[in-house]
């Protein structure tokens, strides 16, 4: 024993340590199997509808006017944009449900990689959900005590801080409801001015 002592909750899991996923990561056979499988899936039944369809709406607004065509190529370089737009939305759009294919994949580096990030963001302080019996029920406390000397000179040597009037710290741009009266001045034909 290295003298220090131990302490466990007794009911809290005992998490796995997360797997390096890095650039150097080598997929698993059956990781490679998913990836080409969620390619194909998004490319089919994501990305070429998505493209499709964003191409034949351009096309159509190109048609009845609304959007121009271009003097020299035509409509081809707006239908062109709509087509790759359209992919990337597609691809981007299946993201989830690839992730959720990996969550769901047994003995995956990867998957539990995945796994934990779900666990982590859905604990409310990022480590376990209980608390622990071990922890500090006088933690407002301080743990040393002080005279009250020594509470008077701390109040002297702190500057005294005005409080800043509401109106200064309003935007110029807020509304306040606050208007500037400008007096409305008349001149007669003499030149005599007099306010309203």
Partial sequence: MNGRAEFREPNAEVRRPIPHIGADYIPTEEERKLFAECNDESFWFRSLPLAATSMLITQGLISKGILSSHPRYGSIPKLIFACIMGYFAGKLSYVKTCQEKFKN???SPLGEALRSGQARRSSP???YSQKSKYD???SG???FVTSPEADNIEKETLPRYEPIPFSASMNESTPTGI???IAQVKVNKY???WDE
């Fill in 191 to 193: 030149g005599d001015t």
């Fill in 141 to 143: 406390h301080s743990s």
């Fill in 136 to 138: 500090s029920s006088v």
């Fill in 105 to 107: 994949l047994e003995n």
């Fill in 179 to 181: 208007t500037d009266h």
């Fill in 125 to 127: 302080s990022g480590h």
